[in-house]
């Protein structure tokens, strides 16, 4: 049973609420009391479109589910959470971007895992960081050594429960 992380994003209706409700649609492919969640943080969107900031965090759980079933059943709960892919960097409901699966390399038309932009986001390494501040990524790098004090600072902690 792998243990897999995944990230999590909302800027529109009510972010905290979406992610409080991703997170419950989490916990039923998490096996037993698996599942982790980081606190909730704050950050700016990326790329060149108007938009409100988002909400993210990164939950980790143990699974049964193969790597495409997986991607599948996230799918299905960011369109059950009213996803629209209209434009990429675009804002959205929710955002459900499968992390790691395990330590495995996985390279498919629909799904690169590691995710190909994690080493370089914020609102990714310090949630991830928060709930596995040991983890060593595929690639053998410690996500410590990924993780800088800009990094810390330009994204808040929001001191949210979920």
Partial sequence: MPRVFVALGANLANP???????????????????????????????GDVAQPDYLNAVASFDTQLAPLALLD?????????GRVR????????????LLLYGDEFINEPRL???????KARSF????????????????????SHLINENMLAELPLLGIDH
Avoid: F
């Fill in 16 to 46: 905290k609420a979406q992610l409080d409700k991703a997170v419950n649609a989490l916990s039923t492919l998490a096996l037993g009391d698996s599942l982790q969640v980081s606190p909730y943080y704050c950050s700016a969107p990326m």
């Fill in 73 to 81: 059943a996230l799918q299905a709960i960011e369109n059950t959470q």
């Fill in 86 to 97: 209209k434009e990429r960097w675009g804002p959205r409901t929710l955002d459900l971007d």
């Fill in 112 to 118: 690169t895992v590691p995710h190909y932009g994690m």
């Fill in 124 to 143: 990714v390494l310090v949630p991830l960081a928060a709930i596995a501040p040991d983890l060593i990524l595929p690639c053998k790098t410690p996500l």
